[in-house]
């Protein structure tokens, strides 16, 4: 029996947060909502025992459950399996807006692809906001879907608004050139889209998985090639299975771990907006990198920003640059949750959905979204599910894994390059931070017994001790000062100061209790 992958390793708990999403606070900690959920049913058990089925879905976020979804709704036996809590992963810290509008995606995908591939992902992306009203309506879905118009706006380049305009309305979208939005600031030009739309993404999410066949806490550690899933509760043999993951954790074949990065984007729900609040409609994304996302959900102001390479965290924090934003334009608002997201990245801003690789023939996968998971997770089982029972998918070519990437290659180069930094640093560089010198509520890397170490200090002066060497492939963890983490910069596992793992693609914990035990700590 020829093993395809096996786990290295394990994580012995869940790495915490620093701050929950408005969703989860208001699905899981309000006690109306949550005593609604138990009422309910929606509690999955872990596997008990082994099992047969048609399809196993692997990953419980958005993506995972939709695509369980649509082949249970064409009759396919299917069981989704997921090592923690459905929705627990990046679904749970979205802004969940459904709309087609990638930012400025669609003059480059016309220059670098052609017309044809760029209609191809304009298409379906417009198809999958009709599948999402399709599915509400039809399952009588209270997710507090609303049907609004997205924008992107610049507040200093109008000529590259209406030349994504032009490309727009050329691929058949509903664009529209305009310098009239609901912000609180003038801006320069903006391209909106109407009939997108936003919703609750955990409401939306619970109200689909409720009739799924889900295990929760059974963690997959072991694939064969035969399709026999081994997990920490049981095993799965399935004819077919689709990794949606997020991050896609077999190595090879599939090389995702060159062809992928993770990015950080930090959030803040603001209440108290006042008027502000009252007037606003629509969703909002800067076209600079550097710029800022809007969206209200009934009394707040959703507000995020700060965008970073994970691993590459660099001052002032992108909770204060956020915070002093939304003073200056909402001056009596109050932050009441904040939260933060991880977002896979492709070089040529495309995602990877189909086969996984051209050796794995029933295996498909899904991933690197590229901060469009709402969109993404939508298209994704589409796409999936009609080639998981064989029907024609006329938009798919787009997405297929294995394609030639010519506009991505400059952030190829950079992504290797990345890699071979952290790599050769994480080994070549001396750390020369002093244990003594480390302030409280700060991190720093110290030498101990010849080897790299990362040391947290809290506010009691307790100190927490990692190894600064990512199990993944070995890439030098950096320190997060937003979210208190440790960060890699080559495929974006991430770790809480204490060492327990946050994000795939690692799959065990980095804390070093030997430091504390020898160093007496």
């Not at 695509?67 to 997921?82: I, K, N, S, Y």
């Not at 498909?364 to 994704?380: E, L, P």
Request: aromatic letters at 10%; one cysteine or more.
């Amino acid at each position: 029996m020829e093993i395809l992958w096996k786990e290295n390793g394990t994580f012995k708990e869940e790495g915490t947060e620093r701050g929950e999403s408005l969703w989860i606070q208001k699905q899981y900690r309000d006690s109306d909502t949550l005593e609604n959920r138990l009422s309910s049913g929606i509690i999955w058990p872990s596997l008990k025992g082994d099992i047969n089925t048609e399809v196993a879905v692997i990953g419980g976020g958005l993506a995972g459950v939709l695509t369980a979804f649509l082949l249970q709704q064409r009759g396919v036996p299917v069981v989704l399996l997921e090592c923690r809590k459905v929705g627990g992963g990046i679904t749970k810290n979205t802004t969940a807006k459904i709309t087609s509008q990638h930012s400025l995606i669609y003059k480059k995908l016309i220059t670098y692809k052609g017309e044809q591939r760029a209609w191809e992902y304009a298409a379906l992306n417009q198809r999958a906001i009709e599948k999402y009203k399709e599915i509400i309506n039809n399952h009588n879905i209270d997710c507090d879907f609303e049907i609004l118009p997205n924008y992107i706006y610049t507040l200093d380049d109008e000529q590259k608004i209406r030349q994504e305009v032009d490309a727009a309305l050329k691929l058949g979208l509903p664009a529209v050139f305009t310098k009239e939005t609901t912000l609180p600031f003038k801006v320069k030009a903006a391209i909106r889209f109407d009939n997108q739309a936003q919703f609750h993404p955990l409401k939306f999410l619970d109200a689909i998985a409720a009739h799924l066949n889900i295990y929760e806490n059974t963690r997959v550690t072991q694939i064969n090639k035969n399709g026999l899933i081994l997990t920490d509760k049981g095993s799965v043999k399935a004819r077919k299975i689709v990794i949606a993951t997020h991050y896609p954790f077999i190595n090879v074949p599939g090389y995702y771990f060159i062809r992928l990065h993770q990015e950080r984007s930090y959030l803040v729900a603001l209440e108290g907006c006042g008027k502000a609040k009252d007037d606003f409609h629509g969703m909002y994304l800067d076209a600079d990198q550097n710029g800022f996302t809007f969206r209200k959900y009934k009394d707040y102001i959703i507000l995020g920003g700060g965008y970073h390479r994970t691993g590459q965290y660099k001052p002032p924090n992108s909770y204060e640059k956020i915070e002093k934003a939304a003073k200056r334009w909402y001056p009596n608002s109050s932050v009441k949750y904040t939260w933060s997201n991880q977002d896979c990245m492709t070089p040529d801003q495309v995602p990877y959905i189909g086969r996984y690789s051209v050796r794995t023939p029933n295996i498909y996968v899904a991933t690197g979204f590229n901060k469009w998971g709402m969109t993404g997770s939508m298209v994704s089982a589409m796409i999936l599910s009609d080639m998981i029972t064989g029907r024609q998918n006329e938009y798919r070519k787009v997405y297929i894994p294995r394609r030639l990437m010519l506009s991505g290659s400059r952030v190829f180069i950079k992504d290797a390059a990345i890699i071979t930094i952290s790599l050769l640093s994480e080994h070549l560089k001396i750390p020369h931070d002093k244990l003594k010198n480390i302030e409280r509520g700060k991190a720093g890397v110290i030498r101990y017994d010849g080897q790299r170490v990362g040391v947290y200090r809290d506010r009691n002066d307790k100190y927490y001790f990692v190894t600064t060497k990512c199990p993944h492939l070995g890439c030098k963890l950096e320190w997060n000062q937003n979210e208190m983490t440790w960060d890699c910069p080559c495929h974006g596992s991430r770790f809480d100061y204490q060492g327990r793992m946050i994000n795939n693609p690692a799959m065990r914990d980095v804390f070093d209790s030997s430091v504390k035990k020898k160093s007496g700590i």
